[in-house]
């Protein structure tokens, strides 16, 4: 069975600038080098000349880094550029990440004037100790003043917030999800502190500098947000985001369902046709690339039928509605139990996944340790 594949109706705009970077974060990012916004937006441009002709989406992604450490003016230009190669679709969703650190209301009202809809907030805490810890650059006050400048200018909200940092307890967890719940955002995203390679908290975890929190004192972290969302009418749809009614990440949901969608700036990953491609990483490099009209993809590969199922598979099972068989033959060629039927059913046994015979998902034990899963999906 052959797979054909739709023209992608998703784009995303990676704008790797930072103030500095975060003691958690392995992102692309560059910090602190203004010199190099002009250099970027037009070597934004140029690659986004190399699609030929202008693709229109239905969402619209820009992401960091972070979009607004530019200036006003340099934000408007990054608006139209990517306007002017992805025109958007009636019913649109466009989002910018931000931080509230550098949002203001001139910042705001260059987005709202393109046509943005959904601000998504690197928010992480309430508690300026916290922020403090995590070498954030903003404190409590910023982010409520931020939202009320979004909301002020009919956009959506989503909350980014980070859990199970050192020292932290399970209260003190709790009055940061109660502070998120009392602005009324439409989206909120938790997500347990992550020790990365190459992130300076992973060196300072291998030095004894930092300790990180016991799992079973996370697991808890984690099973308390899911269900203080829920008391108040968040729909949990995904491992680590919770949405209000029809207020889901949509283009998040491109990636989940395994559609395809463009990408532009350094380190973006696209999947167009079957064929995923990753731009280089390096800020640096990705512009002398761009400049001497060279590729700046680093990385290509063409997924195979069985590649392309297995990965499926595994974002499909990210979401909590899971996979459900006779689509996912009708997508894949390949039928769910030919593709994974053994471990499907080990995973069923010890609990991790439910089967009624048509759809598999994550129990609530699943979805505690669900990246233990997915090597064997894999």
């Not at 203001?104 to 916290?130: P, T």
Request: aromatic residues 10%; hydrophobic residues 35%.
């Amino acid at each position: 069975m052959s797979v054909s594949f739709s023209p992608p109706r998703a784009a995303y705009i990676h704008v790797p600038f930072c103030v500095h970077r975060c003691g958690y974060c392995n992102f692309t990012l560059i910090a602190g080098r203004n010199d190099l916004v002009g250099p970027f937006l037009q070597s934004l441009a140029k690659e986004l000349r190399w699609l030929s002709e202008p693709r229109e989406v239905d969402t619209l992604y820009f992401g960091g880094g972070t979009p607004t450490y530019l200036s006003p003016p340099q934000l408007q230009q990054l608006c139209e550029t990517a306007l002017a190669w992805h025109p958007l679709a009636e019913g649109y969703e466009w989002t910018v990440e931000a931080n509230p650190g550098d949002l203001d209301k001139d910042r705001i009202q260059v987005l709202a004037d393109a046509g943005v809809n959904r601000l998504s907030l690197g928010a992480q805490s309430f508690r300026n100790e916290k922020l403090s810890l995590l070498e954030r650059d903003h404190q409590a006050s910023d982010i409520r003043n931020a939202v009320l400048l979004a909301q002020q200018a009919q956009m959506q909200i989503s909350l980014d917030l980070i859990f199970a940092t050192p020292g932290e307890t399970l209260s003190q967890w709790q009055e940061d999800l109660n502070e998120a719940i009392q602005l009324k955002p439409d989206h909120i995203s938790t997500y347990g502190l992550t020790y990365e390679r190459g992130a300076t908290f992973w060196s300072r975890l291998g030095r004894g500098e930092m300790t990180s929190v016991p799992e079973e004192l996370e697991r808890d972290m984690y099973l308390l947000a899911i269900d203080r969302l829920a008391d108040e009418n968040f729909e949990h749809y995904e491992i680590s985001n919770f949405a209000q009614p029809a207020r889901r990440s949509r283009h998040n949901e491109t990636y989940w369902s395994g559609e395809g969608y463009y990408a532009a700036g350094p380190g973006a990953a696209r999947y167009v046709n079957g064929v995923r491609e990753t731009n280089h990483g390096s800020t640096t490099t990705y512009l002398k690339r761009v400049l001497s009209d060279t590729s700046p993809v680093a990385e290509r590969e063409c997924l195979d039928q069985e590649q392309r199922a297995r990965e499926l598979l595994v974002f499909g099972l990210r979401r909590l509605e899971g996979v459900t068989r006779q689509p996912f033959f009708e997508r894949t060629g390949i039928s769910l139990d030919d593709l994974a039927g053994n471990v499907i059913s080990d995973y069923v046994e010890a609990g991790m996944l439910a089967d009624d015979g048509e759809t598999i998902r994550l129990t609530r034990q699943g979805l505690l340790i669900s990246d233990a899963l997915w090597p064997d999906l894999l």
